[in-house]
């Protein structure tokens, strides 16, 4: 079934909040988001600031212990200008270079869905031009963590998030552990482009279409986000330390591997320890994130 929803409230948190929609596994859900400020596809600002979040939907068939599908099935920005900010944050250079970063203001870009670009419209970029492929993502989304706990839409942890991970696209497929009943999905925070890291603390910010399906695996626990595209599995740790991402997110794969493709311990090593490509999804906020990726060309052949 296609449900249509239109957002009236938003949520700064991801928790036990009441649901504003109830769905069954297989059916699809096509909704908006606001951006990171709360400003909507009209850019009037509709609700605080804090990657606010549409939903609650509860997912009738989902229990503790399932894992939640989510598939990617449309994300567009709905207006013509997004923002971002202007220097990268103090965090991702050497101490010694903090005091050459230049002042991080708010400059604007141009979205032109038939032209596929987002185009600075800052002066602060002289007499240049800077356009940039428009490659749409959802920078948080998620499921309501375990425990009945209420946590910020500025981190990330094993239900999803603030993981700003550019891979998050139209296209992709996205496997969250369930630790509430119904799961509660949230979506928010849309980019029109982002690099890798959201070294700036933003994307391009921007509203957006979405549309989703989703589905439930019964009694097929997982630890950590998971996903996959037409080139790649991966896996995400969130955490900080940026080693302690790398250690849940290359552990979850491990995992994955060991459980759904047939490969004992040995060759599960074997295959990552070569074939493993990282990501960086995001290096700005309390928890960073680090994508643990495998190509499907690699588990072909092993397959044989």
Request: aromatic share 8%; charged share 20%; hydrophobic share 40%.
């Amino acid at each position: 079934m296609r449900h249509e929803f239109i957002p009236d409230h938003y949520h700064i948190t991801l928790g036990p909040h009441e649901p504003v929609l109830s769905v069954r596994s297989g059916d699809t859900i096509v909704t908006t988001t606001v951006d990171a400020r709360g400003y909507d596809h009209r850019r009037e600002r509709i609700t605080p600031r804090g990657n606010p979040q549409t939903g609650p939907f509860f997912i009738e068939e989902a229990e503790p212990g399932d894992t939640l599908v989510v598939r990617l099935d449309r994300v567009e920005p709905n207006r013509e200008i997004g923002w971002s900010l202007s220097a990268v944050a103090a965090n991702v250079v050497d101490p010694e270079f903090v005091p050459s970063l230049p002042a991080s203001e708010v400059v604007e870009w141009r979205i032109d869905q038939e032209k596929g670009t987002a185009t600075l419209l800052s002066s602060a970029f002289g007499s240049r031009s800077l356009s940039l492929p428009l490659e749409p993502m959802l920078g948080c989304f998620g499921v309501a963590p375990a425990r009945s706990q209420a946590i910020s839409t500025a981190t990330s942890g094993p239900y999803g998030g603030n993981m700003d991970y550019r891979g998050f696209v139209a296209g992709t497929t996205v496997y969250f552990p369930v630790f509430e009943p119904g799961a509660l999905l949230f979506v928010g925070d849309g980019h029109a482009v982002q690099g890798c890291g959201e070294i700036c603390g933003t994307g391009i910010e921007i509203s957006m279409d979405v549309e989703l399906t989703v589905s439930v695996l019964k009694g097929k626990t997982i630890g950590w986000p998971r996903g996959e595209n037409d080139r790649e599995i991966f896996t995400v740790g969130c955490a900080r330390p940026l080693d302690q991402c790398v250690q849940h997110a290359t552990t979850e794969m491990l995992k994955w591997l060991t459980a759904d493709y047939g490969l004992d311990a040995v060759a599960a090593n074997l295959v990552l320890q070569q074939a493993v490509r990282y990501d960086l999804g995001n290096v700005f906020d309390p928890a960073y994130a680090m994508v643990c990726k495998l190509p499907k060309s690699v588990l072909q052949e092993i397959a044989g």
